[in-house]
């Protein structure tokens, strides 16, 4: 009875992380494709910055965005500063950045970009909204290829994720390989299979239209994904804009990657709870793919936590002799090579995506050697999330500041 239950639950992690692969490959379809054709500029966006004590940084990203290859009528740059003990709001009007006060309590990057879409509700000049985190620093080309995005039909964009920082150490490292490969295996892959890229939270863009239709209404920790469910169940593609760069500041401290990670995996089961059925429901209708996506994606801390449990299980049964034929268990039995294997293959892995996206792999060593402790490291948070009940938004400091030269060199 032991072994037909962990037969069965064997089968459905082995299944998930299989869906997650195989589709994964899709990315290789076609690779050079260019998939949104350059189109002259025509549309006005309205560019919006929630902003909690970042006087550091906030100075370049506005420097950057008043540096767009793009007509400066038809875009304008609003820092809305929340909720701060320091200079943000000078710093912002310093760089040229256009001031909305947050006239509402606020307790979360969602709530903010709620209030200001409603504060901008009645501009009718504005056609799309384009969100960045207040630690970013953005390619010239930005609003250039969001644009594109625009004349081709797309209502919502999310933009190439890409480092400032992915050699300062391990971490770092690992946050920029991690965003590499959720850019490609997840978003580019999704591309050429007719799907839909997830919105991770900065760097993306949004069509007022959408807004004023549906609302920014989200209630988790994690808005990024909760929107990009709520346009999976109403049929909205995510376009990836693989042109679109947005350059993100990484935590580089552990204590700090540690907050992020647990407010992410903890957001991540809260749309698990609140989505799971709508979803369902949805594929089950309609076929349509993103909403089978974004089910999977909230499922897994779950199925970390479960594939833990499984291999705790495997051990003991090892140890008390208890016979398996599963391929898995199979492989297990020759030991320290089966991780020595997958651990290599996941450097290779690594090494790709570096390369695809023209970095050096000598910069960012040490990020490929670690990546796997990176990732194993989730595996406490999301125990930790599964018994919590609940946990409050916290902001992460930012702190590394560079022009959009600096990084472009």
Not at 164 to 178: A, M, R, V
Not at 228 to 247: N, P, S, W
Request: charge should be positive; aromatic fraction near 16%.
């Amino acid at each position: 009875m032991i072994q037909f239950i962990y037969y069965i639950l064997f089968i459905m992690s082995l299944a998930y992380g299989l869906y997650f692969l195989l589709t994964g490959f899709f990315a290789f379809k076609n690779i050079n494709k260019k998939l949104i054709k350059k189109h002259k500029p025509k549309h006005k966006f309205a560019i919006l910055i929630a902003s909690r004590n970042e006087e550091g940084v906030i100075g370049n990203l506005v420097k950057s965005l008043l540096k767009q290859d793009y007509p400066e009528d038809l875009y304008d740059v609003y820092v809305i500063p929340n909720n701060c003990t320091d200079d943000t709001e000078k710093a912002a009007k310093k760089a040229g950045a256009k001031i909305i006060k947050c006239t509402v309590p606020t307790k979360s990057k969602g709530e903010v970009l709620k209030f200001t879409f409603d504060k901008l509700s009645k501009n009718k000049d504005i056609d799309a909204y384009i969100i960045f985190d207040a630690d970013n620093v953005v390619h010239p080309e930005f609003l250039a290829r969001m644009n594109d995005a625009l004349c081709e039909g797309h209502k919502v964009a999310q933009g190439f994720r890409d480092s400032k920082n992915p050699s300062d150490n391990w971490i770092s490292g690992s946050y920029s390989i991690f965003y590499w490969i959720q850019n490609f295996f997840f978003s580019k892959a999704r591309m050429q299979m007719g799907g839909a890229a997830s919105i991770n939270g900065t760097g993306f863009m949004i069509k007022k239209e959408v807004i004023d239709e549906y609302g920014f209404n989200t209630y988790t920790l994690t808005e990024d994904v909760e929107f990009t469910a709520q346009c999976a169940l109403r049929g909205i593609k995510v376009m990836f804009v693989e042109d679109a760069l947005t350059y993100d500041e990484q935590p580089t401290e552990f204590k700090q990657s540690w907050k992020q990670r647990k407010r992410w995996s903890m957001g991540n089961m809260q749309c698990f709870k609140r989505y799971y059925k709508d979803l369902f429901r949805t594929y089950s209708k309609t076929g349509y793919i993103a909403c089978l996506d974004m089910l999977l994606s909230f499922m897994a801390p779950y199925v970390q936590v479960l594939a833990t449990l499984l291999t705790v299980v495997l051990i003991l049964f090892r140890i008390f002799d208890v016979q398996l034929y599963d391929v898995f268990s199979y492989m297990y039995s020759y030991g320290i090579l089966f991780f020595i294997v997958t651990y290599l293959a996941n450097v290779v892995i690594n090494i790709f995506v570096i390369r695809y996206n023209k970095k050096s792999v000598k910069d960012i060593m040490s990020g490929i050697l670690l990546f796997s402790l990176f990732m194993l490291t989730w595996i406490p948070i999301n125990f930790i999330c599964l018994f919590k009940k609940d946990l409050a938004w916290e902001p992460i400091k930012h702190k590394r500041s560079m022009d959009i030269e600096e990084i472009k060199k």
